[in-house]
């Protein structure tokens, strides 16, 4: 992508070099680059032309100039101002990063709602009685809370992405331009065979490999808000029980409910969570083990499972026995 056109003050030529430095290490930075755009035309407007004008209260003031009222849209601008800035700290075009205020912190953190199994049977009961589009939605839906897709993820699968023979889901170029495979059990395995076969039942001139596994019109990838509406529309039938300070059901708190329901089942099992979330952060497609922790809400069935495991460990503590 072309951006010597958006950049006109003395520091688009920078720009430029940050953003092909990042994309070469496979980074979009799409919305950065709107940020930036932003800075650019700042700079100019204030016929700022040289780094050493650019000082800590000119940053302060850019950043007061665009009308960030979430603290998490503030802390994104802010980040990739530092970010551009560190980088021409490394270059040696800086003798320091300008940027010295601190983030905003946020006043709100949504707790996303985590369905259970039955939850999740109901709301798969009632996509699959859709009329015309309840199959679709019924694949879809069970795909991203079987294997905890993002939902942009899903919309973009194509046919050539679904390998039935080693059960797994190619997943192109997700956060980070990265691809990953994502295995799936022989339940799923059926689930998309049939749906594959319905496909090409619908389609008179065959189903090719470049064509999207979720689609309603022409052939063209589901647009991921329509299943998100879709999800919304559902939802007040289930007559959901919403704990006081859970936010409202999302479809992509199916992606949350996944990995919840990953880590109780290990508790379950009597396997030890800290060696496996790696493996579980790499299946999600997370670049570390931290953002997984994002995912991993505490639920009442999961806070009993570890209570449980506590009470085993103290026991044999306490008896004399091993620990291990």
Known sequence: MKTTSQFQSFLGSEIEQFLTHKRSLRRRYHTEEKSLVLLDRYLRDRHITALSEITPTVIDQFLLSRRRTRPRSYNHLRSTLGRLFSYLVDQEKLARNPLQSPPRRGRYQRTPFIFNTTDVERLLALTKALPKSGQTYYVLFTVLYGLGLRVGEACRLCVKDI???????????????????????????????????????????????????????????????????MFHHLVPQLRLTIPPGVSPPRLHDLRHSFAVGALTRWYRLDLDPQT????????????????????????????????????????AVLSGGSAS
């Open 276 to 315: 496996r979330l790696l493996a579980l952060a790499t299946f999600m497609g997370h670049v570390d083990v931290n953002s997984t922790a994002i995912y991993l809400t505490t639920t009442s069935t999961l806070l009993e499972q570890a209570n449980q495991r506590f009470e085993e460990f103290a026991t």
């Open 163 to 229: 390998d039935l023979q080693r059960r797994l889901l190619v997943i192109r170029e997700a956060k980070f331009y990265k691809t990953r495979l994502v295995p799936f059990g022989p339940k799923l395995n059926a689930l998309l065979v049939e749906h594959l076969r319905r496909r090409r039942a619908e389609s008179p001139a065959g189903l090719m490999a470049d064509q999207p596994v979720f689609t309603f019109r022409a052939g063209r990838p589901m647009n991921p808000g329509t299943p998100s509406q």
